[in-house]
């Protein structure tokens, strides 16, 4: 990895965050490296034929509700590069019977499919999907930051308050409307309720109606694709298959930025990091995991309801009481035998995943952190019942367990998506109590990782954090580059 030329930048990570933060620091003008272990970029963002010649299957993220609302995507331009399907079923949720609550992204629809509970939704939804932009804005950033947009962030505080505790279930008074909010809340792997998992529900659902669930064309490798392109036309250099096992093997560079968790950055950095900083990168907490399955399908999933079968998105799990039982399960080390599944179809949107007529189908199922347990059956009986008759349709699988997850990447550890578990104070200290908690106490050195602010999913906004910070400190420059498509 010796190199004579000296680099402006080291970008360690391919995800969305290192990727982003790649693209910003070149934009800037300065001299750019990536190095990523695998044979391909993109980390989670990555799309490959895991089951059968012809199946495009997406390796992690596949559904994207911060694609349209990131603050990165919106200044990169995201939505005018590359081709989305946007379902106009945001997300579904099944329940026995035949009956289902959708997510439509028109909101009164929403509240007109939820009966008694129509006007419930509306008002909690509706001044929060109003003002996505500023939800996302005051989300999207460290929490020790001040608030913008005090009326908004005053309203979704109130919403986090009572959909976090005891008082979850005031407002309803059928068990479609809370089934839903638990659908997306559970995407926080948290025992439920909890103000965490709360504000991880209140910030998908206000994307869901304000911006939709967009699914881009070709499988998320597309969003890594646009942000290659970029890089590259901007004079940055990719390398992969190059794996770094210590920050003394990099070439000098003015800043490096990984896109590693805390126990990847103790190793990378040995015993250079000061005493109290490691500490607290130690005692970060890696949460329970997902064990993922991708099917191959000779024809579309029959849910018994026909409106799920037009969602982008279906939380499988039953009511509000079922999924935060399996979710507690989770937190005694138990697996769950009706456990939370979470499910898409993309080839119903972009039939070119798959050949004619066939389909592919990604799940994942939520299980005890360092799971080694095969979810293929269990997903399966889920999904059947919801969708009699599914196993017959299913041509191939792909599994991986909690532990493949993160050997597969090393970010995920114990199959922790999320990269540190999502509780409050985590979010809050993510991975240090600081305004600027990207940057580390070495020289030059930053963190842009899921492990930083504003958490998982796929923004780029932790890698864009990451750079305007070592843009100010290491370059002296507090002007933030122009990233709109040329």
Known sequence: MADSRGLDVIVVGSGPNGMAAAVTMARAGLSVRVYERAATIGGGSRTLELTLPGYLHDVCSAVHPMAFASGFFRRFGLADRIPFALPDISYAHPLDGGRAGIAYQDLDRTADGLGADGDAWRNLMGPLSRNADKVAHFTGSSMLQPPPHLLTFARFGLRVLEQGTPAWNVRWAEDAAPAMMTGVAAHAIRPMPSLSTAAAGLMLATYAHGRGWPI???????????????????????????????????????????????????????????RGYARAMRQFRYGNGAAK??????????????????????????????????????????????????VSQPSVFDPGRAPDGHHVLWTYAHVPHH??????????????????????????????????????????????????????????????LSPDPWRTPLKGVYLCSASTPPGPGVHGSAGWHAAASALRHEFGRDDTPDLNPV
């Open 371 to 432: 799971s080694d347990v095969d979810q293929t059956e269990t997903i399966t009986r889920q999904i059947e019942r919801f969708a009699p008759g599914f196993r017959d349709l299913i041509l191939a699988s792909s599994s991986r367990t909690a532990l493949q997850e993160e050997r597969d990447n090393p970010n995920y550890v114990g199959g922790d998506i999320a990269s540190g578990t999502a509780s409050l104070l985590q979010l809050i200290r993510r991975p240090v």
């Open 293 to 342: 399955v991708d099917f191959a399908l000779s024809g579309p999933v029959p849910w018994t309801n026909p409106e799920v079968r037009r969602a982008g998105t279906v939380h499988v799990g039953g009511t509000r009481d079922e999924i935060a039982s399996a979710e507690a399960e989770l937190t005694h080390g138990r697996h769950s035998d009706r456990p939370y599944v979470l």
């Open 216 to 274: 881009p064309i070709g499988g998320s490798q597309a969003i890594i694709g646009a942000m290659e392109e970029d890089l590259l036309a901007h004079g940055g250099e990719i390398e992969t298959n190059v794996e770094v096992t210590s920050l003394a093997e990099l070439p000098p560079a003015r800043a490096v930025i990984l896109d590693v968790t805390p126990r990847a950055l103790l190793r990378l950095a040995g015993d250079a990091l000061p």
